[in-house]
């Protein structure tokens, strides 16, 4: 107990000095830096205080300097670089504050250099790559800043490096892959960002690898797996989406949880680890996103992770949907109740301990056109010509069709000129479409042509295109069924058939237009009276 003496600096032949692992109080005295002669100075697992004397700097012969378990405040100072025959630095477990001194860089021999557990700040100095014959480096639980310098990876002697638990930001620097004797490397507990170096499948020694709790991205490298060594791999909590399957690994304990993973990565490596194998939780899957549709259009929702033997749940407003459980989800011919979020639940029997969750998309309705009403019902003269309009939108598209005459022209962009047959009855109907794609109801005109000829009311079904505007494939959708004689054509502006193709006996065709230029084009169905302009995107 009690305090350091300071006449012990007047034994000027003393060449070891041990007060370690007792109750020691005080400040270290400064008259110890007298001892020219000194070699070990061993007065860690005391409760020193105060700071450390720059008068140890001094002490030209010391090889081994404990200073750690203690109690001692203020900066490290400078003047311990002076300590050329140094190979033991311990001053580890203390208050130390301020910077890592760059002199350290002159400790040329040095073999252990213990910083560890202070409250050290700054940047690590980039003058520690000087310590060729360096082997074990601890700056771990500390406050540094800054990037890992990259001269680092001139330390071939290096066993181990232990950089955790500080503040550290920027990539991992590829260099650090040249430590060829490197067994534990730990980064863990850091800001660092960026991928996991493919250098780093050169370190054939490594037994250890925590990278954990930091902002690291991409995929992990699969030269990992041919790491015959490595025991430990902590890679939790990062921002990984690929994970190599390891097979060929010796790992006893792997942790690869808080990552952007999916079964496609967890299960091939079920049974790799020896020991212990941490794979839950997993961020969700998918982007959170708004989705705006047309009603009676499509929607679909896939989720990217398609293991054969997942299990899918949807919901709808946080309400399981019974009976649904395929990827995608597809829902057709949408109507008002269909708006909502939608998420998946993804399970897998092969991976028990994870439960995947899909972000949700919002499903909304573009507004539709305003329907209009072109009238109820007509007389006209045989073989009259006639001009009908609808109210003027700049925003929308109008689409006529038609029974019973030929359309002669469009006037503008809101009306028709017709030139009924003869005597019976036709139909004239149109519909808008807005520049999302969204059609408003079909509008029906009945028009009696000159004197009845008993022939009967013509039957006109309701036909719809979308989307419009389009960047692709287009959609046809008759209320009935397309007659099997029905021919599709698609006309450009100048009155060219670019594509044709017989409709077949469906209410729903498809047909794709990707391989056109973007333009104004028309949708022909002759045998039906149908013509519809289509924009493409």
Request: hydrophobic content about 35%; aromatic content about 10%; some cysteine.
């Amino acid at each position: 107990m009690g305090e350091i003496p300071p006449e012990l600096g007047n034994l000027l032949n003393l060449e070891y000095l041990y007060l370690n692992n007792n109750q020691l109080t005080g400040n270290i005295p400064p008259e110890l830096g007298s001892l020219s002669k000194l070699l070990y100075l061993y007065l860690n697992n005391n409760q020193l205080t105060g700071n450390i004397p720059s008068e140890l700097g001094n002490l030209s012969n010391l090889t081994r300097l404990y200073l750690n378990d203690n109690q001692l405040t203020g900066n490290i100072p400078p003047e311990l670089g002076n300590l050329s025959k140094l190979y033991e630095l311990y001053l580890s477990s203390n208050r130390l504050m301020g910077e890592i001194p760059s002199e350290f860089g002159n400790l040329l021999n040095l073999l252990y250099l213990y910083l560890n557990n202070n409250q050290l700040t700054g940047n690590i100095p980039s003058e520690l790559g000087n310590l060729l014959n360096l082997w074990y480096l601890y700056l771990n639980n500390n406050q540094l800043t800054g990037s890992i310098p990259s001269e680092l990876g001139n330390l071939s002697g290096l066993g181990l490096l232990y950089l955790s638990k500080n503040q550290l930001t920027g990539n991992i620097p590829p260099e650090l892959g040249s430590l060829s004797n490197l067994y534990d490397l730990r980064l863990n507990d850091n800001q660092l960002t960026g991928n996991i170096p493919s250098e780093f499948s050169d370190l054939s020694r490594l037994c250890y690898l925590y990278l954990n709790n930091n902002q690291l991205l991409g995929s992990i490298p699969s030269g990992l797996n041919n790491l015959k060594k490595l025991k430990n791999l902590n890679l939790n909590n990062c921002g990984f989406d690929f994970l190599p399957t390891l097979t060929h690994s010796h790992l006893d304990s792997l942790w690869v949880g808080n990552n952007n993973l999916t079964f496609d990565d967890i299960i091939p490596n079920i049974g790799v680890p020896n020991a212990y194998f941490s794979y839950a939780p997993q961020d969700s899957v998918e982007i959170t996103e708004d989705i705006h549709r047309c009603l009676r259009s499509d929607f679909s929702y896939t989720i990217s992770d398609s293991h054969e033997n997942n299990g899918y749940a949807w919901y709808k407003d946080n309400v399981l949907l019974p009976g649904v459980a395929s990827n995608p989800l597809e829902i057709d011919y949408l109507r008002e109740a269909d708006s909502g979020s939608y998420r998946c639940v993804v399970t897998n029997a092969l991976a028990p301990d994870l439960t995947l969750y899909s972000r949700e998309k919002r499903l909304n309705f573009y507004p539709s056109p305003v329907s209009f009403d072109i009238a109820g019902q007509i007389d006209v003269s045989e073989d009259e010509i006639v001009v009908y309009s609808v109210p003027e939108n700049a925003d929308v598209d109008y689409s006529w069709y038609h029974t019973g005459g030929n359309i002669l022209s469009y006037p503008t962009d809101n009306s028709i000129q017709v030139q009924w047959g003869s005597g019976g009855k036709g139909v004239l109907n149109s519909y808008s479409t807005n520049e999302h794609g969204c059609v408003s109801d079909t509008a029906t005109l009945q028009v009696n042509i000159g004197p009845t000829t008993g022939i009967g009311d013509i039957y006109v079904r309701e036909i719809k295109v979308y989307p419009n505007p389009a960047s692709g494939a287009i959609r046809i959708i008759s209320e009935t069924a397309f007659p099997n004689d029905s021919m599709l054509e698609i006309i450009d502006s100048s009155g060219k058939v670019v594509k044709t193709e017989p409709l077949k006996d469906v209410v729903s065709y498809g047909t794709d237009l990707s391989f056109l230029p973007r333009g104004v084009y028309f949708i022909v169905i002759r045998s039906l009276g149908f013509s519809q302009k289509i924009v493409l995107q």
